[in-house]
Antibody, heavy 121, light 111 residues
């Protein structure tokens, strides 16, 4: 059964870079059938898609975040990563990593458990 | 402001049916058979309940159903149960530029 697990610092200072990694177990991120994505949820608010990456390295980003976000993958470690630069308090959120099929792009499943990242000095 | 519009809250009594709407546009909901719905309980990750407008993943109760007309998708929950109390989000594919968009979420209260 495919499982995803987010990891990274829970506290980031304003103007610095937020970096998270999603480790995938029970399946390969080199599959041609899936995108690997990041979604976030500010406390008490709704879900926001951040971006996704395909196994060949193609990336797709939320236009509202483009320019601050980079998603990359490491097939040798079977994980993919998120960087958000120049963070502010508005980037405080639970960050989820997830998988979604190329043939059914909005069908996000499974999700990681999520990790809370707080932006504060 | 979310790309897809959902009511902030809905409520119903046990055994009743409720419907949650998700209003999009001709560039997302109206263009693709790719609307999905997620259930999220407090402190938990979202769970896929409906995909490709009307399909249910294995293990999801048949009390949950999806439909769509034009730019509006809907989630119906029949025979409401206390465990259905949660937040529900719709999601749609929106083309290669925007890719994926979510609704703002709807809080379902079972009275």
């Amino acid at each position: 059964q495919l499982q995803l697990q987010e990891s990274g610092p829970g506290l980031v200072k304003p103007s610095e870079t937020l970096s998270l990694t999603c480790t995938v177990s029970g399946g390969s991120i080199s599959s041609s059938s899936f995108y690997w994505g990041w979604i976030r949820q500010p406390p008490g608010k709704g879900l926001e898609w951040i971006g996704s990456i395909y196994y060949i390295g193609s990336t797709y980003y939320n236009p509202s975040l483009k320019g601050r976000v980079t998603i990359s993958l490491d097939t040798s470690k079977n994980h993919f990563s998120l960087e958000v630069n120049s963070v502010t308090a508005a980037d405080t959120a639970v960050y989820y990593c997830a998988r979604h099929p190329t043939y059914s792009t909005s069908s996000v499943d499974p999700w990681g458990q999520g990790t809370l990242v707080t932006v504060s000095s | 402001q979310s790309a897809l519009t959902q009511p902030a809250s809905v409520s119903g009594s046990p055994g009743q049916s409720i419907t949650i709407s998700c209003i999009g546009a001709s560039t997302d909901v109206g263009s693709y058979k790719l609307v999905s719905w997620y259930q999220q309980h407090p402190g938990k990750a979202p769970k896929l309940m409906i995909y490709e407008d009307t399909k249910r993943p294995s293990g999801v109760s048949n009390r949950f159903s999806g439909s769509k007309s034009g730019n509006t998708a809907s989630l119906t929950i029949s025979g409401l149960q206390a465990e259905d109390e949660a937040d529900y989000y719709c999601c749609s594919y929106a083309g290669t530029s925007t890719f994926v968009v979510f609704g703002g979420g709807t809080k379902l209260t079972v009275l």
